[in-house]
């Protein structure tokens, strides 16, 4: 909130295109009409900031924090770690990073999973964790499983996790996924092809992390995230400071 | 070789899926006694200034179906025009509110105060207006748009008026239903296709 200025465009080539005959459902949910391009206002370059005082100590442990430390998730434990950064590659002080996923069987707790594969009665599946002074956030968790889903014939996910990240603006709402390196599912993924161009999808892939591991305890995969950044001129710096 | 910038570029969106419920709003998924409550359950607290208002509406797909699935979020100032964390906000007034389409009838529902109206550059403003955000299994990348009123003054206001097409302008504008209440839905594609924003 503090932190106000216009923001940098979005380059919608990185982003996949709302209309993805792959991805069937996308094909009646995708405007037809393009967006209204205008430069960001005080609306987008606001948001809401949320305080340490939000957050249960258990909030970024997705092993323990569905039964309150009661008793650990089934599966395979991993810490996921990495930086919120801007386009400028400033690090994202203090803003919320939400994550959810299926269980180590890739199901969901939700009503709609309807998948074969059991609930695990002591995993919720969701985690907060507000960035530090340097941008950085991690989640211990277990490894997501695949799971299939109604598209094509036999469409599967990859494993994978969501990702909900606030900036300090509102225009900088981003919702994505982290897949793990080396997955091969990822390759056959419909959603993962919504995102056109290989690079960029490999922006997603999170690698193998030997250094934050800990022996006898978890592997560990790290996750950057860009957020949109925030146009400075030194001819603006300059005003301000008058 | 030209030179290297030291910019970083965007980490890509990807839908939200069918579950986003789950990681934004637990609680109201069944997900219960992780957090204390849900994320941005009330855009105001008793006593915030202005007019209490609801909107109502719906997120209807090409073929005319309402969503069950999506999930919104809103951004918007005090009655007086001001943004929380803005110098004299109304403390009463988060700003910021989650809310989802009822997964039987796909009606969305937020209480909150009328916004004021908002500065503008070179002394100009914009007219009273609620940031809305879209995310649903089959939205990619999710879709931003604006809630302006009916019984505003939106003459001038800078985004309205970059819309050529009167019909066009008013997908953005909430109906007056009744005293304090208003309805605005959304349609993602086809005839009276919401405009969507990249701002
Ligand atoms: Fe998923």
């Known amino acids: ?242 | 070789m030209v030179q290297k910038l030291d910019t970083l570029e965007e980490t890509p969106s990807q839908t939200a899926g069918p579950y986003v419920h789950i990681g934004c709003i637990p609680t109201f998924a069944g997900v219960e006694g992780v957090y204390p409550e849900d994320l941005g359950k009330r855009a105001i607290e008793d006593g915030a200034k202005g007019e209490v208002i609801t909107i109502t509406g719906s997120v209807f797909d090409g073929t005319g179906w309402a969503l069950r699935d999506a999930m919104m979020e809103s951004w918007q100032p005090d009655a007086a025009g001001k943004f929380p964390g803005q110098k004299g906000a109304d403390p009463k007034v988060n700003g910021f509110c989650r809310f989802a389409a009822d997964g039987e009838t796909g009606e969305f529902t937020l209480k909150t105060v009328k916004p004021g109206k908002v500065p503008y550059r070179e002394g100009g403003h914009q007219a009273p207006h609620i940031a809305l955000w879209i995310t649903a299994r089959g939205i990619n990348t999710g879709l931003q748009t604006r809630i302006y009123f009916e019984d505003e003054d939106n003459e001038g206001d800078p985004l309205l008026s970059r819309i050529e097409q009167q019909h066009r302008r008013d997908t953005l504008i909430a109906k007056k239903t009744g005293e304090g209440q208003y309805r605005f839905d959304i349609r993602l594609q086809g005839e009276g296709e919401t405009v969507f924003l990249d701002l």
């Open chain 1, 1 to 242: 909130m503090t932190d106000l200025g216009t923001l940098i465009p979005r380059n919608r080539e990185i982003h996949p295109p709302a209309y993805d005959v792959g991805y069937k459902t996308s094909v009646v949910r995708s405007p037809t009409q393009p967006l209204l391009s205008m430069e960001s206002t005080l609306t987008e370059e606001t948001g809401p900031m949320f305080g340490h005082s939000l957050l249960g100590p258990l909030d970024n442990n997705l092993i323990l924090n569905y039964t309150q430390g009661r008793a650990p998730a089934v599966g395979e434990r991993i810490l996921v770690h990495g930086r919120v950064l801007d386009e400028n590659n400033r690090p994202q002080k203090g803003v919320l990073v939400e994550a959810w996923q299926a269980n180590a069987g890739g199901r969901y707790r939700h009503k709609k999973d309807g998948y074969l594969a059991p609930l695990d009665p002591n995993f919720g599946g969701c985690g907060r964790a507000l960035t530090d002074e340097n941008g950085y956030y991690e989640f211990l968790t277990i490894r997501p499983g695949a799971y299939p889903w109604p598209n094509r014939g036999n469409d599967w996910r990859p494993m994978h996790i969501h990702f909900s990240i606030f900036g300090t603006g509102f225009g900088q709402r981003l919702i994505s996924q982290m897949y793990f390196e080396g997955d091969p599912l990822i390759r056959n993924c419909p959603i993962a092809a919504t995102i056109k161009n290989r690079s960029h999808l490999d922006r997603l892939v999170a690698p193998l992390d030997m250094s934050k591991s800990r022996p006898l305890d978890h592997l560990a995969y790290k996750f950057d995230i860009v957020l949109r950044g925030r146009r400075q001129t030194m001819f603006e710096n300059k005003m301000e400071g008058m």
